[in-house]
């Protein structure tokens, strides 16, 4: 198994408040709330990167949504309200 690796960040006095008071009412260490934060951040901006050089990529080949499918999702989503 790895080492575990430091990270030294500035932030913000607040931030740190909310952060020790989460890891208090997790009876947690604040690095494993750090952790968990990064671990989350990453793996959305992960899947977003991926998801837009998917459509990138679509958009790239020419394989875009007909004027049919384009409207009838637009109608499903109007009607549905």
Known sequence: MRKAASVSIRI???LNEEIEALAAAMDR???WVCERALEEFVSLQRWQIG???QGLAEADAGDFA???EVEATFAKRTNAR
Do not use: G
């Open 29 to 31: 260490p604040k690095s």
């Open 12 to 14: 913000r006095p607040e």
């Open 66 to 68: 007909t004027e049919e």
């Open 51 to 53: 998801e837009i050089q």
